[in-house]
Structure formats: C-alpha cells, structure tokens
C-alpha cells in the first residue's frame, strides 16, 4: 500500500472512530500534541487536547444526545510529502431535536497512523429546521 492509500485509509478510519460517539475510541488515534478545534467556534472552548477533548462534558452530551450519526465522504484529498488529508465531507444524522444535515471540511495531519497538530473540523452548514 502507498504511503498516500496508509493515510487516507487512517483519515476514513479516523471517520469511523467519530462515528463511534465514544471519545475514548475518538481520541485512541490521536497524538498526545493535538490541538483539535472547530471553525467556527462559538463555544470559545478550541482548540483542545486530546485530554481535554476526552473529558469534555459538552462533548459527551453531544454524542450521547445523537440517536443516530453517520459521516459520507463526498471528496477526498491527499499530500503524501506534508501528510496531509482533507476531506469534505456530510454529516447526517438524528438528534433529540430532529434530523440534521451538515457539510464539513476536516483537514487532518498525520504522522503513520496518529493523528498530530492540527486537526480542524469547518462546518460549512447549520442544522436543519
């Protein structure tokens, strides 16, 4: 396998780890120097560790207030020599609220199969009404 296949196949699983809604699987591929954050960030809590991600408790109702979740990979991009994927992505699912649709950009470093500063999450859409 390519180094560039290795690192979109770590960006797809890394995916896989969100859709888990456990932050504990979340984090288990990330290196202890991540800084993650969300653009935009209106909660002001980003960037954050991994630590700080793990036992975030905003992050732990998110997860746990989604009956359903599910990331589609709509395109995909890789720089093999700056070990970089970018992925934009829709994230669909069913909250306490109601369905959701929202598009979003991840763009992820990575050093063999962790995950290191920075990754960044952009939404580009709102929730639906």
Not at 34 to 39: F, M
Not at 44 to 63: K, L, W
Not at 71 to 78: F, G, K, V
Request: aromatic content about 10%; charged content about 25%; proline content about 4%.
């Amino acid at each position: 396998m390519s180094f560039k296949e290795t690192i979109e196949k770590t960006a797809t699983d890394w995916i896989s780890d969100l859709e888990s809604r456990s932050p504990d699987i979340v984090v288990s591929k990330w290196s202890d120097e991540i800084h993650y954050a969300v653009h935009p960030d209106k909660s002001g809590v980003y960037p954050m560790t991994r630590e700080q991600f793990r036992t975030n408790d905003g992050t732990a109702a998110i997860f746990q207030n989604l009956k359903s979740f599910k990331i589609s990979i709509n395109e995909i991009y890789s720089d093999a020599e700056k070990r970089t994927v970018t992925m934009v992505c829709t994230s669909n699912g069913e909250s306490e609220v109601g369905p959701y649709s929202i598009d979003c950009l991840f763009a992820l470093t990575g050093v063999d199969s962790m995950w290191v500063t920075p990754v960044n999450i952009t939404y580009l859409g709102r929730l639906d009404s």
